[in-house]
């Protein structure tokens, strides 16, 4: 059986998402239309206010829950990394398929879990950077190099030091260095920062599987929502703010591709948009 996971803890003052018991509820729908293995759903979490009752909560832990990431303004996830320890198996059980909450699944996710590796990873987002832990699949007590071997004070200086974004994620491309599989695009697995926003793409490709949201917007955001019409579609039991008509995508169409509806900035707001978002491309 697959134990599929999300995690829920409260975001750091001024992190750019805020996550709620509906959207461990979506995320479950979600997987259950989508997963045709037995599987079983949990949430680790410190607060189950609103997540459905039939969903397992498995209570979080303190272990590295203060230590902040070396990569600027980015999410701390360190605590993530007790899932790689000899204990996973007993908390949480032996094949482990973890999902971050700002994800889109499009179609069926089969194939990607379905697999007899021990440790498969979505990656290569970021440079410097083999894998991002938005997704992953583990058979529990392999791989346990990556909390034995963990430092909270050496650790991510190291990471920082060879310019390895984000914290678990960094972690996990230092010490297993890309050796194990990863799901890409050819699997179906797109990122909507790099392979939508960045592309300037807003039709959903026919493979596409799941779409991670690993940027600065969400899905259950209004404009995303209005702009991608498939958000909408798979993703339609949450919207949450005020549908403010900001452009998402660059305002010059990729040749080839349709453009997301759009009011094109001026070309002093175009020249800042363009430095925004080589600032922004290095970011898990």
Not at 19 to 35: P, Q, R
Not at 44 to 56: A, F, L
Not at 91 to 117: H, M, W, Y
């Amino acid at each position: 059986m697959i134990d599929v996971i999300c995690w829920k803890w409260e975001s750091p003052p001024g992190y750019r998402s805020k996550f709620t018991g509906e959207n461990v509820n979506i995320l479950w729908d979600m997987v259950a239309k989508n997963l045709n293995l037995p599987h079983r759903f949990s949430c680790i979490t410190d607060n189950p206010e609103g997540i459905d009752p039939d969903i397992r909560i498995i209570p979080l832990w303190d272990t590295f829950a203060d230590l902040p990431s070396p990569t600027r303004r980015g999410p701390s996830c360190y605590r993530r990394l007790l899932a790689f320890s000899d204990k996973a198996k007993d908390i949480i059980g032996e094949r482990i398929f973890s999902l971050d909450l700002d994800c889109v699944i499009t179609d069926d996710i089969t194939p990607l879990v379905d697999r007899p590796e021990d440790f498969v990873c979505w990656g290569a987002t970021a440079r410097n950077t083999h894998y991002n832990g938005g997704m992953w699949l583990l058979r529990a007590g392999t791989r346990t190099e990556v909390f034995d071997t963990f430092d909270p004070v050496r650790s991510p200086e190291i990471t920082k030091n060879k310019h390895i974004v984000g914290s678990d994620q960094g972690w996990i491309s230092y010490v297993l260095n890309g050796k194990d599989p990863k799901w890409t695009t050819a699997d179906g697995v797109y990122s909507f920062r790099n392979d939508f926003v960045f592309a300037r793409n807003v039709e959903l490709p026919e493979n596409a599987r799941i779409v991670m949201f690993h940027g600065r917007y969400d899905p259950w955001e209004a404009r995303v929502q209005n702009q991608y019409p498939w958000v909408k579609g798979h993703y339609n039991l949450c919207v949450h703010g005020e549908d403010d008509k900001e452009p998402i995508l660059p305002p010059y169409p990729a040749k080839g591709r349709q453009s997301a509806p759009q009011n094109i900035p001026s070309p002093e707001k175009q020249s800042k948009g363009r430095r925004r978002v080589n600032r922004l491309v290095n970011r898990a």
